[in-house]
């Protein structure tokens, strides 16, 4: 099983910065991919950033959204994800959510995590 604990939301006002931080911790052999999701009061949840690994290189991809203003980096050595927002909006109000998909064992099945989610408030 794997957890995944985000940290650093809070409230901000409009054009203000905010970095959030997600950890993945237990039993992992490989983790395939981290990404960063939010859920708004009364919206789907929608995927905010990507972040995938292929030999040394890191891949990210974000939604037209917020591309431009967020940037979604990892550390492969301490299993975290993070996603620095800048020129925050009140249209990015919303719950975040950090997901993985991650193996346990060598030849086990990827298996996608979710976290707990933390608050984002921009003010006007």
């Known amino acids: 099983q794997v957890q995944l604990v985000e940290s650093g939301g809070g409230l901000v006002q409009a054009g203000g910065s905010l970095s959030l931080s997600c950890a993945a911790s237990?039993?992992?052999?490989?983790?395939?991919?981290m990404a960063w999701y939010r859920q708004a009061p009364g919206k789907q949840r929608e995927l905010v950033a990507h972040?995938?690994?292929?030999?040394?290189?890191?891949?990210?991809n974000y939604a037209d959204s917020v591309k431009g203003r967020f940037t979604i980096s990892g550390d492969n050595a301490k299993n975290t994800v993070y996603l620095q927002m800048n020129s925050l909006r009140p249209e990015d109000t919303a719950v975040y959510y950090c997901k993985c998909g991650a193996s346990s064992t060598y030849a086990g099945e990827p298996s996608d995590y979710w976290g707990q989610g933390t608050q984002v408030t921009v003010s006007s």
């Open positions: 972040i995938t690994r292929r030999g040394f290189t890191n891949y990210a």
């Open positions: 237990g039993t992992i052999f490989s983790i395939n991919y």
